[in-house]
Each structure stands twice: as structure tokens, then as C-alpha cells.
């Protein structure tokens, strides 16, 4: 059965296959996982809280890049420089659905205004529904945002892989909380109007619909490069 134009999920799912959005699942949790893994390895608790959010979010584009490789040529990845020449993004496509994949604070937050994403806006969601009283293009691509994002932060939270520790008993022990950094704490399919100010319809819940997506990430990804960091002599400083 035909999709129709004014069913963003519908159309999604008759592009995306649910092969294509488990891969992109599990590349971006194996970049949650690379990511807190390396801060924890080789980071102070300050300096991950300032260095964690870029290289997850390096991370994460790199996995996403490499697993759908695998997939052409009905889905393919280029690497796009935004406007300002300050950023890089991965332009995913997969038939008339155009992916972006963005990190934001909670589920269902609209993603930060930038140009790149304004345009995506505009020149699908812009042409697929239309304005009042015109039919929409019959082969308008579709501009899809997939949401991610680590647990929210809470007063007294500090970053680790556990939420509670366990006493001699079996019972929980209740301490220092502790966010969940090493995993999404959401993963959402969302599709922005053509103005980028809110979204059309109900996001896809990807965690609901692939419960069994993993913690082992996927095999397609590459870990992330251990770089060699000589150490600083303090007394070379100067």
C-alpha cells in the first residue's frame, strides 16, 4: 500500500528498513560505550565533563558513517560541511527519506536551530505537505532528525556506568546517583516541520520498537583510535 504524504511515519517506514535503523541503533550505542570508555581511561572527571559530548558525538557520526556502508547503494552517507565551515554532519539518505543524526538534552526536544538543518526543512517538509489549499509533490524527499541523547542530568549526578550498587544482602544500596553515560537513555525517530519549530506527528521510538537492541554495538563499527599522548613535562612549561 502506498504511503501516504501525510503520514511521515508511513512514508519513513516504506524507505527505511528496520535492518537500516537497527545498524544506526547500534553504532550509536557503540559510541556511547567508545566514548565514556576512552574519558574513563584517560580523563579526569572534570576534563570528561567537558570533552565527553564531542567525542561521543565524533563517535557516534563516524559509526553511523561505517556501518552503512553496507547498505549501498539504496542508502547512502555523505559527509557535509555546514554553512559556516565550523562543523561536519552526515548527510544520510535512503530513498525519498533524508537522515540527520542530532544529540539533545531530552526526548522530544526540537534540535538546535542551524542553518544546514533549516534548509533540509524547507526543501523537503517544505515541498511533501505543502501549504494550505495545494496538493503536495507526489516524490517529495522526507527530512527525518534521529534523536539521541544520555540520561538527563540531575543535581548531585555524577557521570558513570552505574545507576546503583548492590549490598551483601542482594538489596540495592542507595549512594552518590550516578547518570547512565555509556548509553542512550533515548533514541527517537522525529520529523521537524518545514519552519524547524516543531515536530509533525509522534516520533518512532526506536528503543520500544528494537527492545532487544543490545549492549555489544555492532559489528560494522570501528573502535575509536587510541591516540598516543606524550606526556608534559611540567618543568618545559612555560
Known sequence: MPSSPYDPVGLFDAEVTDAVLRSIGRAVLQGYQEAFRYCQENFSRGETHDVLPQL??????RNVRSVLVR????????????????AWHNEIAAGRVVMTVNAVT???????????RCQYARDCQGNLFGTEGEEPAPDAPLFAVLLHGPEPKQRGAVPGPLVQSVGVDGEPVTGVARRRMDRPAF?????PDKDLARYIGDPIDLLRRFPDLGDEGDAGAQPVPQPVVPPVSIDKVV
Do not use: I, S, W
Open 56 to 61: 561521543r558525538r565524533a563517535a557516534v557520526e
Open 106 to 116: 531530552n526526548p522530544g526536544d526540537m534540535v538546535r536551530d542551524a542553518e544546514f
Open 187 to 191: 533514541f527517537q525517530v522525529a520529523f
Open 71 to 86: 547498505y549501498a547503494p539504496r542508502v547512502k552517507v555523505a559527509p557535509r560541511l555546514n554553512k559556516t565551515h565550523n
